[in-house]
């Protein structure tokens, strides 16, 4: 069983940055990515970025120039680095390990960009 532990969210001003993990126990042998996603409420949850094992990485359009994802293979732990933040960036943060057959999620982190 895989268990997935945020942290870094936070509240911040417009132009700001955070930078959100993702640490993974348990074994994830075989994964084939470990991503981002987030939530805003009365909005469908939407990928934000995905890396894979062999590190090639994908993002969502809204977000590509301002966040990188990365990852520390000795630590297991996923990272997602936010820039120039937006108040459209606003939402609740997953973090999720996808395996051929299923799904692993973290509980979420609140990022809230306001003034």
């Known amino acids: 069983q895989v268990q997935l532990v945020e942290s870094g969210g936070g509240l911040v001003q417009p132009g700001g940055s955070l930078r959100l993990s993702c640490a993974a126990s348990?074994?994830?042998?075989?994964?084939?990515?470990m991503a981002w996603y987030r939530q805003a409420p009365g909005k469908q949850r939407e990928l934000v970025a995905a890396i894979t094992g062999g590190g090639s990485t994908n993002y969502a359009d809204s977000v590509k120039g301002r966040f990188t994802i990365s990852r520390d293979n000795a630590k297991n732990t996923v990272y997602l680095q936010m820039n120039s933040l937006k108040s459209e960036d606003t939402a609740v943060y997953y973090c999720?390990?996808?395996?051929?057959?299923?799904?692993?999620w973290g509980q979420g982190t609140q990022v809230t960009v306001s003034s």
């Open positions: 348990g074994s994830i042998f075989g994964f084939n990515a």
């Open positions: 999720n390990v996808e395996f051929p057959d299923r799904y692993y």
